[in-house]
């Protein structure tokens, strides 16, 4: 394979830039051609493409967001906007395509390999919400800076006898929900994946102060069960602790990559256009331990995602 294209496609995650950067530099040195495609498979479709050479991606290994940009495209989802952008692959004569994004993504990806396109799938998302690799990139980052965030607000919620919801990404996956709260030391963690009972959170920060706890930090996925304004009122409603709501947002998809990510990136961009150059594609990579992995991208997107939920029993454990 000669000609490669890379793509980033749903939401941004740090370390996407040193995947882009692996991609293009591993793609020169083994003698191919690569091409960039601007906000992920919006640019496919509208042939906003450009050839990529070392120096384009100088310079960016620590930048956090992704100098390809991102979208969402609702166009791919289309006949007329899937059948452009298998059009615009082939009048760019590109052989084998890298898509770096989340579970949307990589299913846009296996779209594309069932229309005969040569794809390979790398995991780029901060929720962490893909079965078939330990982590994603981008995860580890969020974690980093929600906890940073949490070191913060543990001084003020201790200092008012407070207990502070703080909501974290996550809308069908609770890893980062889980990995903040045990990293972050928080009472409660509420995660998409269990059901939520308001009667065993009140029991939980009773009981707490009951112990001379006087204030708690609760992680809340975004994707629980629950709004946190609604839990904050019912807690104030039904145990007299005072509770503020802090939604953490965007400023967890953003920030330097921390060194994890830059490797995960790294080794994954490298993996990826190495088994293009050998004619291997339809596959997603990722890792397993220290390992880099790689399988069939529709077997990929099967694996059931229940890795860390275990983890979620910890938060209790911890909290007494
Ligand atoms: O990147 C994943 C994610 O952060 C989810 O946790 C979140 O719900 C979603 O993206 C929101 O992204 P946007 O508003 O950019 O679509």
């Known amino acids: 394979m000669k000609r490669i294209g890379v793509l980033t496609s749903g939401g941004d995650a740090?370390?996407?830039?040193?995947?882009?950067?692996?991609?293009?530099?591993t793609a020169i040195y083994m003698d191919m051609e690569i091409f960039g495609i601007e906000r992920g498979f919006n640019g496919l479709i509208d042939g906003d493409i450009s050839q990529m050479?070392?120096?384009?991606?100088?310079?960016?290994?620590?930048?956090?967001?992704?100098?390809?940009?991102?979208?969402?495209?609702?166009?791919?989802?289309?006949?007329?906007?899937?059948?452009?952008?298998?059009?615009i692959l082939e009048s760019f004569r590109i052989e084998g395509l890298i898509v770096i994004g989340g579970n949307?993504?990589?299913?846009?990806?296996?779209?594309?390999?069932?229309?005969?396109?040569k794809v390979?799938?790398?995991?780029?998302?901060?929720?962490?919400?893909?079965?078939?690799?330990?982590?994603?990139?981008?995860?580890?980052?969020?974690?980093?800076?929600?906890?940073?965030?949490?070191?913060?607000?543990?001084?003020?919620?201790h200092s008012h006898d407070r207990t502070t919801i703080v909501e974290v990404m996550g809308r069908h996956c609770g890893d980062i929900a889980i990995c903040t709260a045990i990293g972050g030391g928080a009472e409660i963690a509420l995660i998409p994946e269990q059901p939520f009972d308001i009667d065993e959170v009140c029991r939980k920060l009773i009981e707490a102060k009951h112990r001379g706890k006087m204030s708690s930090i609760i992680i809340k996925a975004e994707g629980a069960n629950i709004?946190?304004?609604?839990?904050?009122?019912l807690i104030i409603e039904r145990t007299g602790v005072d509770a503020k709501v802090v939604i953490l947002g965007y400023i967890q998809r953003g920030g330097s990559p921390t060194v994890r990510d830059r490797i995960l990136a790294s080794t994954l961009g490298f993996e990826a256009?190495?088994?293009?150059?050998?004619?291997?594609?339809?596959?997603?990579?990722?890792?397993?331990?220290?390992?880099?992995?790689?399988?069939e991208l529709e077997e990929a997107l099967a694996v059931e995602k229940d890795r860390l939920i275990a983890l979620a029993d910890l938060v209790d454990v911890f909290s007494i």
Do not use: C, W
């Open 227 to 233: 709004a946190s304004q609604t839990l904050a009122d």
């Open 120 to 157: 390979i799938g790398i995991p780029g998302t901060i929720d962490n919400d893909l079965g078939y690799t330990d982590y994603t990139i981008g995860f580890d980052t969020a974690v980093n800076t929600a906890l940073s965030a949490i070191g913060n607000i543990r001084d003020t919620s």
């Open 104 to 117: 949307g993504s990589l299913s846009g990806a296996l779209k594309l390999a069932k229309a005969g396109v």
């Open 53 to 87: 050479n070392r120096r384009d991606v100088g310079d960016i290994v620590h930048r956090g967001g992704t100098i390809l940009k991102t979208a969402r495209s609702e166009s791919f989802l289309t006949d007329q906007g899937f059948a452009r952008a298998i059009n």
């Open 14 to 25: 740090p370390g996407m830039n040193a995947a882009i950067r692996a991609i293009v530099r």
């Open 273 to 295: 256009v190495k088994l293009l150059k050998n004619d291997i594609f339809n596959r997603a990579v990722g890792v397993t331990g220290d390992q880099v992995i790689h399988l």
